[in-house]
């Protein structure tokens, strides 16, 4: 499985952008996706994950209320809706795949089998 993210740029706070990330390869094989993040400076952390059947979603307490994840299969494509953006919202955003099966609340990145390359976001004040 190849992931390939699109979509980051440079925004100013209170803003939004719509990250992609387009699967390609053995797409059947994959569960849950997911986005993570990492500033400069600090750790890769959490974002959010969907579940195969993109019915559960689950997001990390600092983009709740603010990040949409969802998916489309028929287009092997991934997406991360951010509104509000903020400047600590400032990385280079990743998306993973893990293989099935699927199951709620996968959030370390250890669990995940696929990663794409990542793509900038930069959020000005």
């Known amino acids: 499985v190849q992931l390939q993210a699109s979509g980051g740029g440079l925004v100013q706070a209170g803003g939004s952008l719509r990250l992609s990330c387009t699967a390609s390869?053995?797409?059947?094989?994959?569960?849950?996706m997911s986005w993570f993040r990492q500033a400069p400076g600090k750790e890769r952390e959490f974002v959010a994950a969907?579940?195969?059947?993109?019915?559960?979603?689950d997001y990390a307490d600092s983009v709740k209320g603010r990040f949409t994840i969802s998916r489309d299969d028929a287009k092997n494509t991934l997406y991360l809706q951010m509104n509000s953006l903020r400047p600590e919202d400032t990385a280079v955003y990743c998306c993973?795949?893990?293989?099935?099966?699927?199951?709620?609340?996968?959030?370390?990145?250890?669990?995940?089998?696929?990663w794409g390359q990542g793509t900038l976001v930069t959020v000005s004040s």
């Open positions: 969907v579940t195969r059947s993109g019915s559960f979603a």
């Open positions: 390869g053995r797409t059947f094989s994959i569960g849950n």
């Open positions: 993973a795949a893990k293989n099935v099966p699927s199951r709620v609340g996968v959030r370390s990145s250890y669990e995940y089998d696929y």
